[in-house]
Each structure stands twice: as structure tokens, then as C-alpha cells.
């Protein structure tokens, strides 16, 4: 699978590469980003570099098409703003993930940068069905998920996420390439 960039025209994904290292170092200091996802706390320089070493465009995630990351950025300014990835499975599905920074929030560029990569997915990876998973209480993550057409189930799954050695209660929902909005 070739490494791919996509924009709406307002919002860029690209591919990860060396020179967002700081960026997403400064970006996993925020304590949502530390609280809502499974980043290393504390963060340090030294987990960007690995993170951008075994996500870039030459990584086994795009080279397998098993693990498809983007850095989400702006047309107008292509700094390190977040990240949306695809782990497909081997049955035509996915689990998506995704994270902005503090300085891109309240905008709906999430919202953008997220149809954007379920849309690929659909379309160009062949993917029947993407999921997508919250701890109980991110409603940041919820909206944005809601606001792509994904369909969250009513309930939680008791203790089945993990973050960091620790269980919390999740929040499951999907999302069929009719239901893209």
C-alpha cells in the first residue's frame, strides 16, 4: 500500500514523517491527550521518535496496509496537528484511532480529517465496516465520531479498554460506507 496525502481543501492528511517529532512531543503533553489515549505518561522526545520511526510512509503499517497513519494538519500550515489511523483487520474491517492537539481543537478539523480517512478506507482500501472506541466520558471523541455517521451503540463495555495497565469502561460504535456523512 503507497502512502497517500488527502485534503478537503481546509484540512490535510499526510504522512508522518521525522520533522513532526517535536510537534508531537509538545502535542502528547496535554493532559486530554494523556488522559483519553494510551500515550506513555510521562512523554518524552524519545517516544515521538519512535512513534514517527515505526508510523512513517516507509513503516510496516503503510507498507503491509495494515496500520494506514496520518498527521492531520492544515492546508495553510502543514505542522503536526494530530493523528487518524486505520488498524484493518484481516476481514475487511478496521479500528479507528485518533488524536488533536490542543492548538487545532473546536474547529472541526477532527471531524474533516476523520471523514477523510474513513472515506479512503472505504473507497480505496475496500473496508467493509470501521469501528470505533471511547473511554466512558470522552465526549470530544464521541461528537466527532457522531458528526461522521458513525452509530454508537447504547451501553458500555465494562472494563474493555486499556490504557496504560489500567481497565476503564468503554463506548463502541460503527460505521458502514452508507452511513459516511
Not at 492528511?13 to 517535536?22: G, S
Not at 500550515?77 to 487518524?84: I, P
Not at 474493555?160 to 460504535?173: I, P, Q, S
Request: glycine residues 12%; charged residues 25%; aromatic residues 8%.
Amino acid at each position: 500500500m503507497e502512502p497517500v496525502e488527502l485534503t478537503d481543501g481546509v484540512v490535510v492528511l499526510r504522512p508522518l514523517t521525522l520533522d513532526d517529532v517535536d510537534s508531537v512531543t509538545e502535542a502528547c503533553q496535554d493532559p486530554a491527550t494523556q488522559r483519553w489515549t494510551t500515550v506513555p505518561v510521562p512523554y518524552t522526545r524519545e517516544h515521538s521518535v519512535d512513534f514517527a520511526t515505526n508510523h512513517s510512509a516507509n513503516s510496516a503499517g503503510w507498507v503491509g496496509g495494515k496500520n494506514p497513519l496520518w498527521v492531520v494538519c492544515l492546508v495553510s500550515d502543514r505542522r503536526y496537528g494530530g493523528a487518524v489511523d486505520l488498524r484493518v483487520d484481516d476481514e475487511g474491517g478496521a479500528e479507528v484511532g485518533y488524536a488533536l492537539a490542543p492548538w487545532l481543537r473546536g474547529r472541526g478539523h477532527m471531524q474533516r480529517a476523520l471523514r477523510l480517512a474513513c472515506r479512503w478506507g472505504f473507497e480505496e482500501a475496500g473496508l467493509a465496516r470501521i469501528v470505533w472506541y471511547a473511554h466512558v466520558g470522552n465526549t470530544a471523541s464521541r461528537r466527532t465520531a457522531t458528526a461522521v455517521g458513525f452509530q454508537i451503540l447504547d451501553g458500555h463495555l465494562r472494563q474493555a479498554l486499556v490504557a496504560r495497565g489500567e481497565r476503564y469502561d468503554g463506548r463502541v460504535g460503527d460505521l458502514l460506507p452508507g452511513d459516511l456523512t
